[in-house]
């Protein structure tokens, strides 16, 4: 296998299409040089947006408000729904409000620190400068974020910093900023400058002359597939957490819009980098469909911990005991004692992997052993109940729900100190860092084919700090791509609208009607999710928090057996008349299970821990991710081969840090 | 018009009406409660809402209410029902919070006109109609005696009080909803001033009900009285 | 600590908007009481499909009570017999041993029904899309702290702004009025500055938008308020009363 991957090292020559200059003038200095179309042939020129969640909508609100000719594509029944709602925490940006030291410079430094170095700094620079604009864009749209008395915005601090950066709307800040850019999103609809279309799934992209110029989509609601054509396609369709199959991410995030451009010849960049949260409820049983996610803000006020001694561990474990049974020197405030410096607060990875390291040594607080307390008394004590519920009772309240348990519920008194219920948490797949190449106009290795937001790679590294997705995703969508995209369409204002009756067009939707016919035709005897679970499970076990190159190679075997199961047995009732929603399910399985293995082979090559990624053998002796950057500084980009059953090959973009001193990530001082 | 086009303005006529037609129930009673002191007082109420002109506007007036009240209470709800859809639920359960009457205004609305239909037969039909035909109007005590002196009169009233009760409790605080004079603070307050406006009011009218039964109890033949 | 259930799932199956549809009945075993809901219709369709049936088709997505997508009519209530939480997040150990649980689509005219407990919700998409905005293009914001907001004023448009969009309100209606969703938009912009400037426009084009396309008229029952997953107050309805006959009354 290994083999197969360096053999396959004929180097296309990756150009980022980085612009000249020092790191804080290279945005400016590109707007001040890049083409612009004109406001005549804007109204000429048609663009694709697949996705409606902040990257999406932002991207179709503003290319719409500048005057092309929009068509907008939703998974869901509506572009609210879209999984960037369920973002609970907030958004980062460097306003400097809290007047604490927080600069552009500074949220730049600690997201390239907290992807751990594998970032493209150019890009990064980028994000920390326009995210200021994202929050006047907000506020100016009615986003009611938390304030303070005085009428001026509040903040709060978050995972992997020491300013308070964090803008907030209560706990349900991605709801509002998505909601927001929905609602920009409808002005253009209502004006006719975007057409939304609702419950349709792109199922590939249709390349003209090596360019995107367009895509083949089912209507969910008729089964039909539709063809529609553009000048340019920019996909926003999220991440692929869903590979694992338990994950935060809602049930209908798919990657198969991504692996249709990936089989069309987009690179696919960094796919090992998954970040793991540390915050989740805890699995339980094997009907579960999905991870909760609880917000990271939690640990702003609350302590995680395992007991000190390990038979009150096992007692925990065997539901002899319950944790507010156990006094305050009994326990050990893992976090704390490790890193000092940042405490609970440590980035998610690092958090993460402390858990599981836990976890591992057997102190695990629940019956299946996969949990850590996270725990409010101290709080509750020192702040009150009121005040601890103002600021988390809505995350109390669903926590309480799921679990039976409530975590502001007094439930002991030892020695005249308060315990009330510890909350029980485990890390779960929740983001996924890789995605598309994209240089930094984020145009894919496709001519006019563009990926915005968590679909893309480029701007969280190895690992994204908390609070930094949203940005991301507004980012690309109202400040980034409505600016580069120009660039691209300056050259096509003399190429007239397609028609989708173009050869090109009836090729791709015959193979795309071909494949679905496959998958009804298999008549085998394995429902969709059985096998999807059986790929999670592969992916959680061999390919999760800690891997070896043992168990990457497993897993890749793993999945080929898989796949074949897939082709073979896989069961799918009714006809592809009207909605079918095993057959809809069953297309996207066949993309994860591509993605699960790119993310295998991504995993094998990179011989370092870094960020999300974690090879157990290169750790420090104290259990700390080991870099390598002498070998493995790079961005990895895969290349498919023309067959999934084919192992995909290696491009490198190598990175280069002129701004930022590369160094080991220290959270502990 | 936005008060016919508008589901909005078309609530803000039922309020106003609804309203209007509290405030008219309310003198009502007041007038009433005169007959059990004085008959003597009592006539002379009678007198002054006889025939004269702005009697007569009074009545027109309050007709209208009532007429313009009940025509968009049919209005809405057909708009309603056809809103609602052809399939109806199979299990459907009130959730706490929701009083019984606010679902049941249309059914409590017919009660009520049903009990309006005998009033007036019983009243205006014989005091004020007559005197405007130019024929003989009978007096406030001689229609008293023949309404009261029936024994299934004050039955008939009372459940039509009580059918008003509900009606009021809900259209009370609901009018106020409706003409947007309402916040999370005065929604209880309103709430709680409609339910004991409308205990007053109908209580006054039962008083005095029952004190015109007991006065004038068995007097005459029941069927002929009708 | 595991405690298992059976239940009877009462479900509500329709071939497509025109076909005619029917109850079935549906006996789960050992459902676990930790179990969600959907979680016990994806057990559901999971036999079913090994039975070699069609899946019962229901809308959801996120799980985890935000993203507005779930619906169901269950046991006579909209989202369950849970308040204050959505289809996802009802879990089983709410439903007694052996119960028969009835579930059905949002039923109101103005949300037709797509396939089995699968309702088309756009009308929600066009009422937001008559006005339920701020008119301003990308960039042209000024500095976020330029607009001092009182606490008071952004916590109250954020409580509106919680609104998820279920529709809930409109299927425990008797009306099928959409009034509490309307006014909880409209509410959210009218307490900002940011909204008062077309707050009149707004009012009245999205109300007209909801009276077109056949919803209800409000008759102040509040079931869906009592019936709302997030909460959403009866006094934003009269808010948008008092902003819509302001508005009529000022043109």
Redesign the interface.
Known sequence: MEENIKNNVAQPVIDSKIPEGPVAEKWTNYKAHQKLVNPANKRRLDIIVVGTGLAGA?AA??LG?MGFKVMNFCI????????S??AQGGINAA?N?QNDGDSVYRLFYDTVKGGDYRAREANVYRLAEVSN?I???????????????????ANRSFGGAQVSRTFY??G?T???LL?GA???L??Q??MGNVT?Y?RYEMHDVVIIDGRARGIIAKNL?TGQLERFAAHAVVIATGGYGNTYFLS?N???CNVSAAMACYRKGAYFANPAYVQIHPTCIPR??D????L??MSESLRNDGRIWVPKNIEDAKRLQA?EIKGSDIPEEERDYYLERRYPAFGNLVPRDVASRAAKERCDKGYGVN?TGQAVFLDFSEAINRLGIDVVRQRYGNLF??YE????VNPGELANEINGVNYYNPMMIYPAIHYTMGGIWVDYELQTSIKGLFAIGECNFSDHGANRLGASALMQGLADG??VL?YTIQNYLSDQITVPRFSTDLPEFEETEERVQAELDALMNIKGNR????IHKELGNIMWDYVGMGRTKESLEIALQKIKDLRKEFETNL?I??TQD??N??LDKAFRLRDFITMGELIAYDALNREESCGGHFREEHQTEEGEAKRDDENFFYVACWKYNGDDEKAPSLIKEPLHYEAIKVQTRNYKN | MWLFKSSVGRKVVMSVTGLFLILFLTFHALMNAVAIFSVEAYEAVCEFLGANWYALLGTAVLAAGFVIHIIYAFWLTLQNRSARGDDRYAVTARPKNVEWASQNMLVLGIIVACFLVLHLYQFWAKMQLPEIMGDYAASGEEALELAFGCWWTLPVYLIGFLAVWFHITHGFWSAFQSIGVNNDKWIERWKCIGCWWATIVMLLFAVCAIALTLKYAGGYDCIGAC | MENSISVKLKIWRQAGPKEKGEFVTYELQDIPTDTSFLETLDILNEQLVERGEEPVAFDHDCREGICGMCSLYINGHPHGPATGATTCQLYMRRFKDGETITVEPWRSAAFPVIKDLMVDRNAFDKIQQAGGYVSFNTGGAQDANAIPISKVAADEAMDSASCIGCGACVAACKNGSAMLFVSAKVSQFALLPQGKAEAKKRVKAMLQKMDELGFGNCTNTGACAAECPKNIKLSNIARLNREYISAKCSD
């Open positions: 932002s609100a503003t408000e869901q029944d509506s572009p609210r729904r879209a999984h709602i369920a306003k409000y604009n929050i006047d864009q907000c506020v100016a749209q009615g986003v009611p974020f938390a304030r303070e008395y005085g009428g001026l915005l709307a209560k349900q991605g709801q509002q909601l929905y609602s920009s409808n002005r609809i209502e939304s609702n609601v935060t809602a049930m209908a339980h049983g009907k579960q469909s999905k909760t996610l539901g019956n309240d669903m729900e799921i679990t039976d109202y400040f409505p429902s969709v999710d059985s069961f009732p009714g009207g909605m929603i095993e």
